[in-house]
């Protein structure tokens, strides 16, 4: 049994050896970004919950057909802790894995995952192109519209939200801070402050 703990540049190293794609590396520092918020706000470990956030997707450019599988073999390659392990396989639960999110850490991945999406989406359409300017009430608007980021799964993100005991509008709430957070890395601080 290793006592090894990755660090965020271990989880950087790791996810660009494995994921060439501007576009998925944002994302995963979107989940990171809102991991490290909500682990602050529960006051549980910003660092662990933040790696996990960011390694959460790392099979999925090159091996999207076993989405969470390859990811679980390539960190038990790499001596990742189980429970860092579990967590990243709990996101893909009644989807790709059967590994349903117990811990707050994984539950909050669960829904937050999904939830980055559609903020992103959300803040891509507004005239200042940012999160920093973002209001609930304007991704309360697109989620209604199923045709608009149509590959965001809602009801995973309901799901989430009742695993966790929160309202859909807090839970939106938490997520744009987190992302607010790391704006500038992920394109979407626009001009605003």
Request: aromatic residues 8%; proline residues 3%.
């Amino acid at each position: 049994m290793s006592n090894y703990i990755p660090d965020r540049n271990d989880a950087i190293k790791l996810f660009k050896e494995y994921n060439k794609s501007e576009s998925l590396l944002k994302h995963a520092l979107s989940v990171e970004g809102v991991m490290r918020y909500m682990a602050r706000k529960n006051s549980e470990d910003e660092d662990k919950w933040g790696v996990i956030g960011l390694i959460h997707d790392l099979d999925y450019e090159m091996y999207p057909e076993i989405h969470c599988t390859k990811t679980e073999e390539i960190l038990k390659k790499n001596n990742w802790p189980e429970e860092y392990i579990r967590a990243v396989m709990s996101h893909g639960w009644n989807i790709v894995t059967n590994v349903e999110p117990l811990s707050k850490l994984e539950k909050t991945l669960y829904a937050m995952d999904e939830l980055t999406g559609l903020v992103t989406t959300s803040a891509l359409v507004r005239p200042s192109k940012s999160v920093m300017d973002m209001q609930v009430k304007s991704v309360k608007k697109k989620w209604k519209d199923k045709r608009f980021a149509a590959g965001v799964n809602r009801d995973v993100i309901e799901r989430g939200a009742e695993m966790l005991g929160v309202e859909i509008p807090e839970l939106i709430n938490d997520c744009i801070m987190g992302m607010r957070e790391v704006a500038e890395e992920i394109g979407l601080f626009g001009g605003e402050i």
